[in-house]
């Protein structure tokens, strides 16, 4: 009669699963995870179009160290910025028609300047991800805490608990999250566009007033305007750019044709995000917006357009908000793609390349959820606390990719006209127009990095240092981890079957802690192996060790029974030393360790005991010629009744007898009788 327990709760924990995250999809149904490039511009397109919530503060706050006056200054700025934008979208498109397969800057690099810039780019894009998570969220919690001053302190749990929900969210896979987060970025785009056009219309009519009631940010002195400060205010604006890269990363999640449909959205994204950074800079130079720790530009901009509290207010802070928050989706979508390349190559651990039930990166979107909310924490959900970080990271991606496409396009122009080359990540076609291609590139390189050094140097003592430090950090670990599988490879290739170690023989040992049901178990299989075996037990307590040897000769009445003394109470050690010098005595010979594992039914009540077969194991397996067997006594507990493997003395006796009769050929109960 089958005892065992319906699989209720197995089928609960399924069903939970279901609810969250959606039913598990099939292997096959991989290629119809795809996206159009309406949801796809809200799933890469969030986080570029979001940054201009928050950019032309960012150029306000440092002009402001030099007073109202240099606010004029925010308009050229803008203008020198969104030519720059121009130029990195035009060599982006460049790649994605180069490497149709996605991969961005780590593919690019990988391919055309070697491991090391893939992992500095590498590196510096998954470490941006991560801030685009911690920046845009915290950004539109600001956007909340400005429309309800109440929430203030709240500001750090709700910027922890909008990324758990993104997180669940994006678990369920890319098509369900795209069309779940188009909503708030279409909204956005709409509100946006139509505070754009009542406010220029208000401009051309002169019914435009300035803004009012703002406290303006203070400063301990004012410095001179110079061009540090000017550098400065453009490094900062430049988080404009941020995202730009995410579709090139992404091309893979679009639906066929890959590459002109990825193009295309990478256009319109552009296109979007220049038209409303221009409008929002040029309207808030007009209304005199000033950069303030209690209001942000955008509400001090839909305030003084739609009227404090209006209808129009309120939506537009609405849409400002969720934008930013959903803009953390960009870094779901591309962060977990990326972190699966690196794992491929072997940089970062295997366990990213696994897919979820959902078809999607589950390990890389929980990674990148952990990294983002500890982020937050630290640094209270503070936007001005985390741009310092942000930025570097990306444009040093920006200049190694375009770096590789300068490099690549070289490639190109020595090939004759009609020849085509296979590369490593894609076909080298000669292209007459290379000329024009690498001069996009090889501008767009030299400005981003350009922008890069001024970041890291005007905002270095603001957490900047962080970033040069952390990256070359990521990329020496990286390198350690690939090193480690290399070596596991070479010693698993076939090629190195002569370096093995020739073994004549095997040696059981059995670990006991005592003599009970468990330990039969463990003698059957030893002995159903047909090796020598021996069993030892670690005195650490002298009266137990006297009790087990004694219980030992009573019940098993076979086999020998090693005490090792423990008077310090260490259990490992001993252990250890004592394959060790069987290894030594025995050197052609493998040794058997045995060991068994009270097997409990349920986490907390496997956490009542010791669990030492573990701790064990680990210390063990890193011996060779050693094989570690764990040999489970499996615990039931049905209705508070527990289905006990652990046999009393008499129990044991009995059984060790029938086992005794069994091999001799002895019908079970013959002793009973006689």
């Not at 040897?549 to 310090?568: C, F, M, N």
């Amino acid at each position: 009669m089958d005892t065992t327990p319906p699989p209720t709760t197995a089928r609960k924990r399924l069903n939970l699963s279901n609810l969250l995250i959606g039913r598990p999809l099939e292997t096959r149904t991989l290629a119809h995870q795809v996206v159009s490039k309406k949801v796809g511009l809200a799933v890469f397109a969030s986080d570029a179009i979001s940054s201009t919530a928050y950019a032309t503060e960012e150029i306000l706050v440092i002009l402001a160290l030099a007073g109202a006056a240099a606010f004029w200054l925010s308009v050229p700025i803008a203008i020198a910025i969104a030519i720059l934008l121009v130029i990195v979208t035009v060599s982006y498109r460049q790649t994605i028609f180069a490497y149709p397969n996605g991969g961005g800057a780590y593919i690019v690099a990988r391919d055309n300047l070697g491991e090391v810039a893939a992992q500095i780019a590498g590196a510096a894009l998954l470490t941006d991800y991560i801030l685009t998570v911690a920046v845009s969220i915290s950004s539109g919690v600001a956007q909340i805490v400005s429309a309800f001053p109440g929430l203030a302190p709240l500001r750090v749990a709700i910027a922890v608990g909008v990324i758990a929900v993104m997180t669940l969210v994006n678990l369920r896979g890319v098509r369900e999250s795209g069309a779940i987060f188009a909503i708030p970025t279409y909204f956005f785009l709409g509100m946006m566009f139509l505070t754009l056009g009542i406010g220029f219309y208000r401009w051309a009519t002169g019914t435009l007033p300035t803004v009012s009631g703002v406290e303006e940010m203070a400063t301990q002195s004012l410095a001179p305007l110079g061009l540090f400060l000017i550098l400065r205010a453009f490094s900062s604006g430049s988080t404009a750019l941020t995202g730009i890269e995410a579709i090139s990363n992404g091309i893979t999640a679009f639906k066929e044709p890959r590459s002109r449909n990825a193009a295309r959205t990478l256009v319109v994204m552009s296109t979007v995000l220049i038209t409303l950074f221009l409008g929002i800079t040029f309207l808030s130079r007009h209304i005199q917006a000033v950069p303030s720790h209690q209001e942000t530009i955008i509400s001090q901009l839909a305030r003084t357009v739609f009227g404090n509290g209006s209808i129009g207010y309120l939506l537009v802070i609405a849409g400002t908000a969720l934008v930013l928050l959903m803009a953390a989706n960009t870094s779901y979508a591309d962060f977990p793609r990326l972190a699966a390349l690196h794992a491929g190559d072997g940089f970062l651990p295997r366990q990213l390349t696994y897919r979820g039930g959902r078809l999607v990166f589950s390990w890389g979107i929980m990674a990148l959820a952990m990294a983002a909310g500890m982020l937050v924490v630290l640094l209270r959900a503070s936007t001005t606390a985390l741009i310092p970080l942000y930025a570097i990271g990306v444009f040093l991606s920006f200049s190694v990719s375009q770096t590789g496409m300068v490099v690549r396009l070289r490639k190109i122009s020595k090939l004759k006209p009609g020849e085509v080359v296979k590369g490593l990540e894609t076909t080298l076609e000669y292209d007459p127009h290379w000329r024009i291609h690498m001069a996009v590139s090889a501008v767009g390189a030299v400005c981003t990095f350009v922008v890069m050094l001024i970041f890291a140097i005007t905002k270095f003592t603001s957490g900047a240092w962080f970033i040069l430090l952390l990256i070359p950090t990521l990329v020496f670990i990286f390198f350690r981890i690939h090193h480690h599988y290399k070596d596991v490879s070479h010693v698993l290739s076939m090629t190195n079957s002569h370096e093995l170690v020739e073994t004549d023989r095997v040696i059981t040992v059995l670990l006991i802690d005592g003599v009970h049901m468990g330990t039969l178990q463990m003698v059957n299989f030893a002995k159903s192996m047909g090796n020598p075996w021996h069993a030892i037990h670690v005195g650490v307590n002298h009266d137990k060790a006297m009790a087990t040897q004694a219980r030992w000769d009573k019940y098993i009445h076979e086999g020998e029974l090693v005490i090792i003394p423990s008077p310090y109470r260490h259990l490992v050690a001993p252990i250890r030393e004592y394959v060790m010098g069987l290894l030594k005595d025995n050197p052609n010979a493998i040794v058997h360790v045995v060991m068994g594992h009270l097997s409990m039914d349920s986490l907390l009540t496997q956490a009542l005991h010791q669990n030492s077969s573990l701790i064990l194991n680990v210390a063990l397996s890193g011996l060779e010629r050693v094989v570690v067997t764990i040999v489970p006594v499996q615990i039931r507990q049905n209705g508070g009744e527990v289905n006990r493997n652990v046999l009393t003395g008499s129990e044991l006796k009995r059984a060790r007898e029938a086992r005794q009769h069994a091999e001799q050929g002895v019908p079970a109960g013959a002793s009973d009788q006689s």
